[in-house]
């Protein structure tokens, strides 16, 4: 076998040919577009370069066949509650079912990550934000969402066999739109809607400024101060909504207010890999022409929660049901969508992972993110719970 640094345009095109040799049998597989795996590795688009370094390996066999790859990376920013070492990452790892291989992959991982100072390593993740490329499934494996980690099931194997230890796992749920929602819903909707006080609507494009406003309010006061998070400006929050605005859907856009201020927001998108599976890894002109005439025939039937807040002070007075019901007078029997799938909640955050199971929603696929630590007769710890001191 032979191992290769990624550290060309060929090589690069490489990278990616790795992950679709290894998983174009699999009919369930989606290919993520190209650009999405290369703007992670490019300095001028992914500001994790600003504290941080990566490097990618690809493998070959000794008749020159692509059968793996990997990237590892270290991040100043990078680091869970609790770590009692500096932790690097790896991510992107792909490899045909055969232990030797992936084994060399790890280890050249491991060896990179030694030298540059970490005692562990947790995979695999993204050289970025967690929402992308984030765990590796081990249950579920139908269709992915954008930008979600697919691989076949024997990875899990390869990866607990060379020693790697779940550090937490990454819980997906699902409903159908059109189901008949719990009792209690109706009953907090009733008891909030007395109040005229209280309303919600859905976006507007034409007003963007005006929602990312709001959204800063609520992101400010909801989020921003878990984890050592940052206050976001309004600018920040109008670039990400102009970045969306091709893709958003204003009726699957919420907010609620009370007073006129905004105190919650539940921000849903079109599960957009139902075009991108169209497009085999390409976006340019004609892929796009495509994107935009699958869109118009309302082809996709699926969205995706992404955000969903309540600012400190209305949280556990039903503002939750006031919003849900309020969009599901809009959605339900009324869109296309028929498949509604949460993004990931990680099973150290019971509290949201309850919000999600009231809802009615099944486990539709679980993730999870591993972590190998380098001195192996250190103790293993599982990522500690929230809330929990």
């Known amino acids: 076998m032979e191992l290769v640094i990624v550290n060309s345009e060929k090589t690069a095109r490489q990278f990616i040919d790795v992950h679709v ?32 370094e990566c490097v990618r390996w690809i493998l070959k066999d000794d008749n020159g066949k692509l059968i793996g790859r990997i990237a590892a ?64 499934l081990v249950e579920g494996f139908h269709e992915p969402l954008y930008c979600m980690t697919f691989n076949a099931p024997y990875y899990k194997e390869l990866m607990e066999n060379y020693g790697f230890q ?17 009792e209690k819903f109706y009953v907090r909707h009733a008891a909030i809607s007395a109040d005229p006080n209280y309303r919600a609507e859905y976006i507007n494009k034409k007003n963007l400024s005006k929602y990312a406003e709001d959204f800063t309010i609520v992101y400010n006061k909801a989020w921003a101060s878990h984890d050592g998070g940052k206050d976001i400006t309004k600018q920040q929050a109008l670039n990400i909504f102009k970045q969306m605005e091709s893709v958003l859907d204003e009726k699957i856009v919420w907010f609620a207010y009370y007073k006129e201020e905004p105190i919650a927001c539940w921000m849903n998108l079109p599960e957009l890999n139902q075009f991108f599976k169209h497009m085999n890894g390409k976006f340019g002109l004609w892929q796009k022409l495509k994107f935009v005439i699958l869109k118009q025939m309302k082809m996709n039937k699926k969205f995706t929660g992404i955000v969903f807040g309540i600012v400190p002070e209305f ?75």
């Open 166 to 182: 779940p550090f937490f796992n990454q819980i997906c749920y699902a409903m159908d739109v059109d189901a008949q929602l719990q």
């Open 315 to 389: 949280q556990g007075k039903g503002v939750d049901s006031f919003m849900i019901i309020e969009a599901a007078k809009v959605i339900q029997r009324k869109l296309s969508y028929r498949e509604y799938e949460l993004q990931w909640i990680g099973d150290f955050n019971p509290k949201m992972l309850n919000i999600a199971e009231s809802l009615g929603t099944y486990v539709s696929r679980k993730l999870t993110t591993y972590r190998y630590l380098f001195d192996r007769e250190q103790p293993f710890e599982r990522h500690p719970i929230l809330g929990v001191k």
């Open 73 to 136: 990376f270290v991040n100043k920013k990078y680091k869970s509650k609790g770590d009692k070492q500096p932790t690097g990452g790896v991510g992107f790892f792909d490899c045909i079912n055969d232990q030797q291989a992936a084994n060399l992959l790890f280890d050249t991982a491991r060896d990179w990550l030694k030298e540059k100072g970490m005692g562990a390593m947790d995979g695999p993740i993204n050289f970025g934000e967690r929402d992308r490329w984030w765990g590796l």
């Open 21 to 52: 040799q290894v998983n174009k049998h699999i009919p369930e597989w989606i290919r993520p577009l190209d650009k999405d795996i290369n703007q992670v590795f490019d300095p001028e688009k992914n500001k994790a370069y600003r504290q941080g």
